[in-house]
């Protein structure tokens, strides 16, 4: 069941436009049709929004991981969407969440911030191990407070 757990980790930059009332319930939107689609497809990860970009983590089986990320890449809420890792990995790091939310606070921008700048802020050198680390670190702060 396990043999073909993937990680994908993917950068984008947001395209909705308005009020924050009105990216609030954006963003509540996508997260309740990929808590919904996820659960169905055996996908788990997390979701960081931030400074007016998106980067996610998806784990779980290749094709659904792959099938997920297609429809993801035609969203038009976002664009410029950079894969920065697609590989086979052993366990996955966000087995509770069908897809988490992190980033929220001002201390997480910080440290979202910190990887932007040492990239460059060029997408295309953001480093996916560095990103995918940051998420888990985020997850586990959050599991830690809810419990
Ligand atoms: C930043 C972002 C992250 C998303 N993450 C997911 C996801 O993890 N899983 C998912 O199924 N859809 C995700 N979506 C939504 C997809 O783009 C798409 O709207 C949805 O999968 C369509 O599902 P449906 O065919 O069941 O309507 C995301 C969209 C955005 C903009």
């Known amino acids: 069941m396990t043999a073909d757990l993937h990680r994908l980790v993917y950068y984008s930059r947001n395209h ?10 954006e963003i509540g939107d ?3 049709k990929s808590q919904h689609n996820n659960r169905r497809d055996g ?3 997390a979701l960081l929004f931030n400074a007016g970009c998106f980067a996610q983590v998806l784990e779980g089986p290749l094709g659904a991981v792959e099938a997920a990320f297609e429809r993801i890449q035609q969203d038009e809420r ?11 990995i052993e366990a996955r790091s966000f087995p509770n969440w069908a897809m988490g939310f992190v ?4 201390h997480d921008a910080g440290r979202f ?12 050198r953001l480093d996916g191990e560095a990103i995918h680390s940051l998420l888990r670190d985020l997850a586990v ?7």
Not at 16 to 25: F, I, P
Not at 78 to 88: I, K, N, P
Not at 141 to 147: L, N, P, T
């Open 16 to 25: 909705v436009e308005g009020t924050d009332a009105t990216l609030d319930r």
């Open 30 to 32: 996508i997260l309740a």
């Open 43 to 45: 996908i788990t990860g």
């Open 78 to 88: 976002h664009g410029d969407v950079s894969l920065l890792a697609l590989e086979r």
């Open 103 to 106: 980033g929220a606070s001002q």
């Open 113 to 124: 911030d910190a990887i932007g700048s040492a990239s460059g802020f060029d997408p295309a």
């Open 141 to 147: 702060e959050e599991e830690g407070i809810r419990h």
